[in-house]
């Protein structure tokens, strides 16, 4: 997790601050910046939080090889039961999204390069890596969210906020912006998200072009092609794990598919597209998230 945003692109928020917030602190860790804010807390559950974080990614980072993680992706051990409860949530969030989200991606990433420069392997090379044993897992499009909650767990008080790379998750409530694909400084729409997590997802922030035609680093799972650069797609949900794994498979589903799984499973979801619109499920719309377009050169459809 050297470079979340490799994995995740999920850093199109731009939270507001709150002003019930006693304390702020940030730390570098799994690649990215993350900023702790806390209430009536005890300052020190930040540094519990932090030190939590530090624990999660030395059991699920797969850029260093002796992560837990790692050693099982290598055959050297069997996942500790933390682990094994995690990689199970996992994988039945993969059943549940016919596999649009894919925790064993490792073999399909590497083909692809996407951890690096990028590259455009052959149709063979591709078939090859998906159908290779064993099926690496990879945490890029988990961890964060899941570090999010564990973080979460070691601060008291009733207000609390954590900004990791992006993903924002409020005990309390807060006004948040998800910021146009392209320009993470410039937000779009806002929203007040309360007790819940607000992950996106999107092909923008790392892109590479290979023969004239360009990719972005999030791969479709049941195709094991590399998507276009297509907007962005964001998830409101109670938990930050499930909010990091679920923008991750909208952005795979794309807009309409996204917006019709979002709908059936009562899924707040919001689609910023290449050309400006933004669409909404009926589950971000009925909540009271007091939901507001800030560029008037982006509309909202009906």
Same mark, same amino acid.
């Given at each position: 997790?050297?470079? %979340?945003?490799?994995?995740?692109?999920?850093?199109?928020? &731009? =939270? #507001?601050?709150? @002003?019930?917030?006693? !304390?702020?602190? $940030?730390?570098?860790?799994?690649?990215?910046?993350?900023?702790?804010?806390?209430?009536?807390?005890?300052?020190?559950?930040?540094?519990?939080?932090?030190?939590?974080?530090?624990?999660?990614?030395?059991?699920?980072?797969?850029?260093?090889?002796?992560?837990?993680?790692?050693?099982?992706?290598?055959?050297?051990?069997?996942?500790?039961?933390?682990?094994?409860?995690?990689?199970?949530?996992?994988?039945?969030?993969?059943?549940?999204?016919?596999?649009?989200?894919?925790?064993?991606?490792?073999?399909?990433? %590497?083909?692809?390069?996407?951890?690096?420069?990028?590259? &455009? =392997? #052959?149709?063979? @090379?591709?078939?090859? !890596?998906?159908? $290779?044993?064993?099926?690496?897992?990879?945490?890029?499009?988990?961890?964060?969210?899941?570090?999010?909650?564990?973080?979460?767990?070691?601060?008291?008080?009733?207000?609390?906020?954590?900004?990791?790379?992006?993903?924002?998750?409020?005990?309390?409530?807060?006004?948040?912006?998800?910021?146009?694909?392209?320009?993470?400084?410039?937000?779009?729409?806002?929203?007040?998200?309360?007790?819940?997590?607000?992950?996106?997802?999107?092909?923008?922030?790392?892109?590479?072009?290979?023969?004239?035609?360009?990719?972005?680093?999030?791969?479709?799972?049941?195709?094991?092609?590399?998507?276009?650069?297509?907007?962005?797609?964001?998830?409101?949900?109670?938990?930050?794990?499930?909010?990091?794994?679920?923008?991750?498979?909208?952005?795979?589903?794309?807009?309409?598919?996204?917006?019709?799984?979002?709908?059936?499973?009562?899924?707040?979801?919001?689609?910023?597209?290449?050309?400006?619109?933004?669409?909404?499920?009926?589950?971000?719309?009925?909540?009271?998230?007091?939901?507001?377009?800030?560029?008037?050169?982006?509309?909202?459809?009906?």
């Amino acid at each position: 997790m050297r470079t %979340a945003a490799i994995f995740f692109a999920a850093l199109a928020l &731009l =939270p #507001a601050t709150s @002003e019930a917030s006693s !304390a702020r602190r $940030a730390r570098y860790l799994m690649g990215t910046v993350c900023e702790v804010a806390v209430g009536s807390a005890d300052v020190s559950d930040i540094e519990g939080a932090f030190a939590e974080a530090a624990r999660v990614e030395s059991m699920l980072s797969t850029w260093t090889p002796d992560s837990e993680l790692s050693r099982v992706n290598r055959g050297e051990r069997i996942p500790s039961p933390e682990l094994s409860a995690l990689l199970e949530v996992a994988s039945q969030w993969s059943v549940r999204t016919d596999q649009a989200f894919d925790p064993r991606m490792g073999n399909l990433i %590497a083909v692809w390069k996407t951890r690096t420069t990028g590259a &455009l =392997p #052959a149709e063979d @090379e591709i078939a090859k !890596a998906m159908n $290779a044993l064993p099926r690496r897992w990879e945490e890029g499009a988990f961890g964060k969210g899941y570090a999010i909650d564990r973080m979460l767990a070691q601060i008291g008080g009733s207000e609390a906020m954590i900004d990791f790379g992006g993903q924002v998750a409020v005990r309390g409530a807060l006004r948040v912006s998800i910021a146009d694909p392209v320009d993470r400084q410039r937000p779009i729409v806002a929203m007040t998200i309360e007790n819940a997590s607000l992950s996106t997802s999107s092909g923008s922030e790392k892109t590479f072009e290979v023969g004239g035609r360009r990719f972005s680093h999030i791969l479709d799972p049941r195709t094991g092609q590399a998507l276009p650069p297509r907007g962005s797609a964001s998830v409101i949900a109670p938990d930050a794990l499930t909010a990091d794994i679920l923008s991750t498979a909208l952005y795979v589903m794309g807009e309409d598919d996204g917006l019709r799984w979002a709908d059936a499973n009562g899924v707040a979801a919001v689609f910023i597209s290449p050309e400006n619109q933004i669409s909404f499920s009926d589950a971000a719309r009925g909540r009271a998230l007091r939901i507001e377009v800030l560029d008037r050169n982006f509309t909202s459809k009906d």
